[in-house]
């Protein structure tokens, strides 16, 4: 196992007011997401646990594009991964983000 | 175009929506009472399996295992639903921690059910003894809220079926309904072969397998209740129906479910395949069962009859 921690200064706050969300499940070639509306408004903190050695250079690009796409300030990601690849975490990250700007609690 | 999400009633989502290919969550949110589910020891406490990391293996949050309580037709139910692609839905120390302090829950309250969307592969192996463990202290606490008048339904769907202690917490079940994919047994077939030998089970005949271990099989020789079809609202329905069927439980319940079971040894213990089980029993053209559409098997398991009503 291998631990990251990602740390990104945000243009503008997530969407909606639900404090949590949670996607995904943590099988092979695949993650989940737990999503958590607990920084201020400027930050996003991405934490990973994933089962595949070596990938950080790959996972900071990802997580790089991800913020620049979707400006998820607030956020606290964490991140139980089983393998997944690049496209399979992109779709995941994105899916949590609609999900906590959804109505609800 | 296809109409957008939000335009589609909850009903015809859970109609549309495969109860195989479904996550957990997905089933639960789709099962019971639009957004009446309320989780205890949600992801976000991170409960997580204590055991994982020694064997550098990566943990899920709520540890394969969502409970909870919500609504089901405007009624209250206690909800475990089982992740089956987390490491087989197999029950670990916390996984089965959850299951067994829901059930104690149910036992004092009394008068709320219980429904466990079973998805496992049996004991996880990594913490073997702690698994085993669970499933007795599950066991224990499932007969315990049933004596206290508290009914459990079982619903078996999911691409791990129910096997190992799965299969025996299922038996203890007060009621059980099961779709074609969902399998039902103690041993899987790779655990049957490799201790029997390929002449006692081909693990690797996927018919074989359904035949004996699936949905349809479990249907007619009363393993299971009602027969679903593979979508939630299928479920709901027949967890609703369950709910409706399940009488009281004590010693003479018990009593009637051993000599059912006795009886069905003696009827078809000499019975070499399911085809002569399913012929015992009277049905014409056996051989054409595994590939009847769901409602013309429902209809044929009618047919049959059930067998909760006095035993189980």
Known sequence: MEDLNFQHQVRARAGGTRQRAIVGVVASGNLE????????????????????????????????????????????????????????????????????????? | MTAPLKDIS???????????????????????????FVEFIGP???EASPHLKIFDLPEQFDDGIIVGHGRLDGSPVFVAAQEGRFMGGAFGEVHGAKLTGLL???RQIGSIPVLILFDTGGVRLQEANAGELA?????????????????????????????????????????????????IAVSGPEVIETNRGVEEFDSRDRALVWRTM??????????????????????????????????????????????????????????GDAVDIWTAEGIAHAEA????????????????GRTSRDAR
């Not at chain 1, 620049?68 to 949590?96: H, M, W």
């Not at chain 2, 078996?156 to 025996?168: A, E, H, Q």
């Not at chain 2, 369950?242 to 018990?254: A, E, I, M, T």
């Not at chain 2, 069962?289 to 049959?304: G, H, T, W």
């Open chain 2, 214 to 271: 699936g949905g349809k099989h479990r249907r007619l020789i009363g393993a299971a209740d009602v027969f679903a079809d593979d979508n939630v609202q299928d479920f709901r329905e027949a967890a609703l129906e369950l709910l409706g069927l399940v009488g009281p439980f004590g010693l003479d319940r018990l009593r009637a479910e051993q000599r059912r079971l006795a009886d069905r040894l003696r009827s078809f213990g000499g019975c």
């Open chain 2, 10 to 36: 909850p009903a015809e989502r859970a109609r549309s929506t495969s109860f195989y290919e479904a996550s957990a969550r997905t089933r639960l949110e789709l099962l019971l009472d639009a957004g009446s």
């Open chain 2, 44 to 46: 976000e406490q991170r």
């Open chain 1, 33 to 105: 997401v737990l999503v958590e509306r607990s920084l201020p408004d400027a930050e996003c903190v991405v934490d990973i646990k994933t089962a595949a050695m070596g990938f950080g250079a790959v996972w900071s690009a990802v997580i790089g594009d991800f913020v620049e796409r979707y400006s998820p300030g607030g956020l606290k990601f964490s991140i139980n991964d089983g393998g997944a690849r690049p496209d399979t975490v992109s779709l995941r990250l994105a899916q949590a983000v609609r999900l906590i700007a959804e109505a609800g609690q």
């Open chain 2, 135 to 183: 499933i007795a202290e599950i066991m224990r606490a499932l007969m315990e809220a049933r004596s206290a008048g508290v009914k459990v339904i079982g619903l078996i769907g999911g691409r791990s079926g129910c096997y190992g202690g799965g299969g025996l917490i299922a038996g203890c079940c007060s009621a059980l309904a099961v779709s074609e994919p969902g399998r």
């Open chain 2, 104 to 106: 104690r829950a149910a």
């Open chain 2, 289 to 304: 069962v595994p590939e009847l559409p769901a409602d013309q098997f429902i209809a044929l398991a009618n047919r049959i």
